[in-house]
């Protein structure tokens, strides 16, 4: 169904018509879909707010959610949101004029947050920690004054993949980004569509299309050091044995907790052998005199 071009959405107006792109966009297009199911994400006639950077990811997020709405398969209403946050060099007009091209319905907030963390991170720390935060709460907000019940992020599997090792090595837990959550206030999900689907892919399909992308670094502060390491160690692995990224993907949706050590999570102290199940309910307790 995602070969006929005569009925097609304007995001995809441009899109190469050679086999390799077809299949990028098919195997992109089932990844969401199956991860808005697994996830239990759609709530019918719901209303989601898009966030929109201007990087590939969230490009491929708006087109992809479109894709499935046009055809029939996402029975929301989308919001696509830009949040102009006063990065120095931002191209104010690009994503505006780019929204309405593409005849998607968008919200353009400016809120200089930019100043903020200029002003309260110390001089060579990185933004991104504060920024993401003040960026968090201004969504929040907007999703609520638009009556929306979700936000949902562009984050994909490599982040999410990132993240928990993040996590593992600083952090001392097991942990990541959840494709699907409630804000603390308990009133919004928070949804990650693209939790199946590979950063490489994401590339792929945003330069295929021809998205104006604007880059993440206008406020001169590259992301955590941390993520960075984490990034080289994964692409090491990944050189190393070709697929080991999906691999260790596919283990954060395997977890066994009774072969960890979170007592939390399992009861270790309950744990018994067969024998003294029998016992215990036969009423034949041992004596551990």
Known sequence: MFDNTDDIHPLFADAPSSTEF?????????????????????????????????????????AVL??????????????????????????????????????????IEYQDTYSIVKDKVPAGRTYCALCS??????LYRIAREEGCSAVVLGHHRDDILETFFMNLFHGGRL????????????????YRPLSFVAEADCEKFAKALNYPIIPCDLCGSQDGLQRQQVKQ???????????????????LMNARP?????????????????SEQFETSSGNVPDLR
Not at 233 to 251: C, K, T, Y
């Open 133 to 138: 935060r003040l960026r968090r709460g201004n």
């Open 233 to 251: 160690i994964l692409d090491g692995w990944e050189r190393n044995s070709p697929g080991r990224r999906q691999v260790m993907f596919r283990a």
């Open 258 to 274: 009774s072969h960890l050590l979170d007592s939390g999570l399992f009861d270790f102290a309950g744990l018994m052998r067969n």
């Open 66 to 107: 479109h894709e499935l709405k046009w055809r029939g398969l996402l029975p929301v209403e989308l919001l696509a949101c830009n949040l102009d946050q006063g990065q120095p060099n931002f191209p104010a007009t690009v994503l505006p004029e780019f929204l309405e091209k593409m005849g998607v319905p968008h919200r």
């Open 175 to 190: 942990a990541t980004m959840p494709p699907k959550l409630v804000n603390e206030e308990g009133d919004l999900f928070v």
């Open 22 to 62: 077809k299949k990028l966009r098919k195997r992109i297009v089932r990844q969401t879909r199956e991860a808005v199911e697994q996830f239990g994400m759609v709530e019918r006639g719901a209303k989601w707010l898009v966030c929109l950077s201007g990087g590939k990811d969230s490009y491929t997020l708006l």
